[in-house]
C-alpha cells in the first residue's frame, strides 16, 4: 500500500496530495520535498514554489491504530473507560474520530 504526503507551500493554493513507496521513511520524504523548488506550471510557463513542509500519512500505522481502538471499543472496553479513565477516554474518541475522517477523506 503507498502512503501519502501533503506537500505544503507558502502559497496555500499550490498545495496537494501525492502518493509514496511505503518503503520510504519520513526522514527521506522530507529531504526529498522541504527546500526544494518543484514546477507548478502549465507549460510553456514555469512557475516554480518551494515547498516548506509536509505532513505524512502511514496508512499501515493508521490503520493498525484506528483497528485497536475499534476493536477496544467493540469489546466493551470505552464503558469501563468512561467511567475510571474518562480524560483518556475523551483522548480517544478524538483520535478515533480523526483517524476515521483521514480514512474517508482518502478512502482507504
Avoid: H
Avoid at 500505522?61 to 475510571?84: C, H, P, V, Y
Amino acid at each position: 500500500m503507498l502512503n501519502t504526503v501533503y506537500v505544503k507551500f507558502k502559497d496555500e493554493k499550490y498545495n496537494y496530495y501525492t502518493s509514496v513507496n511505503a518503503q520510504c521513511s519520513l526522514e527521506e520524504l522530507k529531504s526529498y520535498f522541504i527546500g526544494k523548488y518543484f514546477n507548478l506550471g502549465v507549460y510553456p510557463i514555469e512557475n516554480m514554489q518551494k515547498c516548506i513542509k509536509i505532513d505524512f500519512y502511514d496508512w499501515w500505522e493508521i490503520n493498525r491504530e484506528f483497528n485497536s481502538i475499534d476493536r477496544a471499543f467493540k469489546n466493551g472496553w470505552n464503558l469501563e473507560a468512561q467511567k475510571k479513565e474518562p480524560k483518556r477516554y475523551k483522548m480517544l474518541v478524538k483520535r478515533f474520530n480523526e483517524l476515521k475522517e483521514i480514512k474517508e477523506k482518502f478512502n482507504k
